[in-house]
Nanobody, 124 residues
């Protein structure tokens, strides 16, 4: 019903920047919540940033002040601008979309749709 494709990952030095993009297709509506998760080897998938149904952006404490989530509604593209990258940001980053019955992006196990991921590697 909804397809998500991420792009923009790569390898950068600490302190560098990347912008991730997520192109959405299929049945995409303004009622959905969308966001980004990440998963490093041996760790659980964790929420990074999300946009709730009312448009409010939220961030994990570890990325506040460094990452910015935004969307281009006309093109159905979700972005994650990542600045001041740290080695601990290294992970596979996944775009997510949810029907969002609560109005907020849910815990990862309840997400409706996932992208295939894009790798971000930050070297020191």
């Amino acid at each position: 019903q909804v397809q998500l494709v991420e792009s923009g990952g790569g390898s950068v030095q600490a302190g560098g920047s990347l912008r991730l993009s997520c192109s959405a297709s299929g049945y995409v509506t303004s009622r959905r919540c969308m966001g980004w998760f990440r998963q490093a080897p041996g760790k659980e998938r964790e929420g990074v940033a999300g946009i709730d149904r009312d448009g409010t952006s939220t961030y994990a404490d570890s990325v506040k002040g460094r990452f910015t989530i935004s969307q281009d509604n006309a093109k159905n593209i979700l972005y994650l601008q990542m600045n001041s990258l740290k080695p601990e940001d290294t992970a596979m980053y996944y775009c997510a979309a949810d029907s969002c019955p609560s109005g907020r992006l849910p815990y990862s196990r309840f997400i409706d749709y996932w992208g295939q991921g894009t790798q971000v590697t930050v070297s020191s």
